[in-house]
């Protein structure tokens, strides 16, 4: 099946530096999403980009299906992007079923 | 409703009791999935509903797990005789199914067995 692999596995920053989350899979996907789960659990829709480029404030996702990676930025961080931010896919060969990685864990100090 | 909601937020129950988690997801979302988080681990598939299809339940850990979905909204997850290792957070999703899968979580049921 499809593999999902996220990069760096942890990272921590200063309040006000910028980021960059990967994300790579192994075959061709029908979808693609972020989220961010908060301290308190929460997965939060960050975006849904199987392809392309998408902006949202100060977060941006880039997709590129045909190399088979996403990027996910994040500048100019608060304290408040802390937490871990999971890729998961929807294989070709699946009408439903996301796989998804194990995460990047982002701690932001003040 | 206008997100996906979980009942209850928490729950602390005793080791061989029985326990009812209910979802009820996004209105006009036919697609609902349950998932399984322990501490500090990813999300673990357990069963998915779309539709009036049978369910997929491949993930369902044990057969003291079983889901139901009624009238193709709510659903409820039960777990009998519960263990310790059951404790987890147990997220659910709902999508609005088709070709859009994008999905969109409750806050999460903390299940402790004690």
């Known amino acids: 099946g499809i593999q999902v692999e996220q990069s760096p596995p942890d990272l921590i920053l200063q309040e006000g530096a910028n980021s960059t989350l990967r994300c790579n899979f192994s075959d061709s996907v029908n979808n693609l999403q972020w989220f961010h789960q908060n301290p308190w659990g929460q997965l939060i829709n960050l975006f849904y980009i199987p392809s392309g480029t998408k902006q949202n404030g100060r977060l941006s996702a880039t997709t590129v299906a045909t190399e088979r990676y996403s990027l996910l930025y994040i500048s100019s961080s608060q304290t408040t992007d802390s937490g871990v931010y999971f890729c998961a896919v929807q294989g070709m060969d699946s009408n439903y079923q996301l796989i998804w990685g194990a995460g990047t864990k982002l701690i932001i100090k003040p | 409703g206008a997100g996906v909601s979980q009942s209850p937020s928490n729950k602390v129950t005793e080791k061989g009791k029985d326990v009812e988690l209910r979802c009820d997801p996004i209105?006009?979302?036919?697609?609902l999935y349950w998932y399984r988080q322990s501490l500090g681990q990813g999300l673990e598939f357990l069963i998915y509903f779309q539709g009036n299809s049978a369910p997929d339940k491949s993930g369902l850990p044990s057969d003291r797990f079983s889901a139901e979905r009624t009238g193709g909204s709510v659903s409820t997850l039960t777990i009998q005789r519960t263990q310790q290792e059951d404790s987890a957070v147990y997220l659910c999703?709902?999508?609005?199914?088709?070709?859009?899968?994008?999905?969109?979580f409750g806050q999460g049921t903390r299940l402790t067995v004690v």
């Open positions: 209105s006009g979302h036919t697609a």
């Open positions: 999703a709902s999508s609005l199914g088709g070709e859009n899968t994008e999905a969109f």
